[in-house]
């Protein structure tokens, strides 16, 4: 167990949140560094114990252009400053993790400017990929080079040279004497070579114990970079991803399926792969305006605060302020703020509120750190699942619906359960127990312990949350609490995940089109839900038969007649058995169509221009039917 187990990270784009100017002049310092040290109680205030601080250091503009590595950014004050905040954080106990952009400098750096004046004759010129004196850039120096993505701009360091590593050892070497940090970051780490990022890890392990190195990675499997010899975690782009499309799409089966995908990266075990969990960085669309419906503001940040990995905050998103990421500017995702701006916003803003909230339990709560991950019910609008640590159960439900719903799950041992969030009580009844969700809403359900009684629990905060994003008074009457077989007769959704092959039980699904779970009812009943079927026009692969699926909108939200009074009827898997011949049938049909839809998002890719090796990895290793329906839509 180290300290970035139990870590909830307050993400800083210094640059932007000091307003710094865009371009850097390279004058008198200005030490607006200084100016974020009141910010740390704030960190501390809603519940986060590090921050991942960065761009820091000297240079162009962006500050991903790095021109000098051993000096902070003139915009933002001296090494001095930074000196001082570091030390503000552990003394008020915030680790703090900074950027490492060690995959490319700019051309300011000391080693390109050598280039640029001696051309052949540089001791540096193999610092950098392919330089060719016989070819030219957009700067007109006479010489072509490697970039990274595209931008002359940025020029990419051979990470094979021994010298490279060696100075990048030592700049490392350097932030820790210099400045006491506790891991960084790793820029672009999707692109590093692996030798050199093993080098780095054998640098981290050498500077600091419980030195962290995290990775900013997109797509694949994280666990070619996750591993005992490179690093400790990476970005969970995967995640992020699901969690605003799963709530806009009102598809919580692509958020399980993506959880439970991740999760079997790591070996199935809570200690396998605890990755980098974020709803917004500086780098994409604030959280608040991703969100179709506002209210789905609080059963998001439950579930980034409860699923496996360690959570993020990005600065400003805990007053759910807005960022739209424009075509050639990132300026609005990365605003000045103003502490003062936000006076009473625990008290005042719910989002606030519901982060710190989140944020306390987050740090009480260990089996939310270590515990493993089970999940105990799956419908389009509602999922659930258990966090089990040292036998302690601890149970988290989410719910997307604009109406309550009551759930009825399997509990732990112990006798009766409290809400983390609400205070709500629940006693255990025949080792159940059923609660109300509100609409748009998460709760946490721990074990009720003599702690728990002493302090008590924020005051239901995701509901506020919730509320608030309805445009509900703070008097306003709480809704009735929905009935249990009520509840699952009037999700069609869940009963009918998509159009099509109604009555499929959860034994001819199978793994991959949206597994069915077995919600207890009040009565002690099963009701099996009924997994995603598809569109068979879909299914049968031609890219108009995707399109067609995606335009007429069936592929999530699709409503059978019937369905949702199956559903209430609590028709059970086994009553609806098939003979083995026909499972047989049946799941060589449910693969035809994970096959038919795959081949359609193909199609779609290759209509839209070039795909990738890694693009049709990506589609090929997705084989969650209520995913790739997701995944045809968002084509639209």
Known sequence: MAWYDEAVFYHIYPLGLTGAPKENSYGEPVHRVNTLIPWISHVKEIGCNAIYIGPLFESVGHGYETTDYRKLDSRLGTNEDLKAYVAECHRQGIRVILDGVFNHTGRDFFAFADI?????????????????????????????????????????????????????????????????????????????????????RRVADEVKPEFWLMGEVIHGDYTRWVNEGTLHSVTNYHLHKALYSGHNDHNYFEIAHTVKRLYGMGGNRPDGLKLYNFVDNHDVERIYTKLNNKAHFAPVHVLLYTLPGVPSVYYGSEFGIEGKKERYSDDSLRPALSLSDFAGALEKNPCTGLIAALGKVRQKVRALSYGDYQELLLRN???????????????????????????????????????????????????????????????IWVPLTEDWTQEGPAQDSAGKAGAAERGETEGAAEKPAVEEKGAQAADSEGAANSVGQEGKDEAACGSGCGQTQGAVSADGRVAGEKAAAGEKTAAEGGTGAAEKAAAEGKAVTGEMPGAAEKAAAGTTAAEKAPEKADAACEEAFERGKIAGLQEAILAIMEKNGSVTDQMRRDVKENVYHDSLIAWVKSFR
């Open 116 to 200: 640029r004046k001696n051309r052949e004759n540089s001791p540096y010129k193999d610092w950098y990929c392919n330089v060719n004196f016989w070819g030219n850039n957009q700067y007109n120096d006479g010489f072509s080079y490697e970039n990274w993505g595209g931008y002359d701009l940025l020029v990419k360091l051979n990470q094979k040279n021994p010298a490279v590593r060696d100075y990048i050892g030592d700049v490392i070497r350097f932030w820790v004497s210099e400045f006491d940090i506790d891991g960084i970051r790793l820029d672009a780490a999707d692109v590093l070579d692996f030798d050199y990022m093993k080098a780095l």
């Open 381 to 443: 609008r509602q999922y659930a699942f258990s966090r089990n640590y040292e036998g302690q159960s601890v149970l988290v439900t989410v719910n997307n619906d604009d109406s309550d719903y009551v759930m009825t799950l399997p509990a732990g041992n112990a006798a009766e359960y409290i809400g983390a969030l609400s205070g709500q009580k629940v006693s255990v009844a025949g080792g159940n127990i059923a609660v109300n969700v509100k609409a748009n809403s998460g709760e």
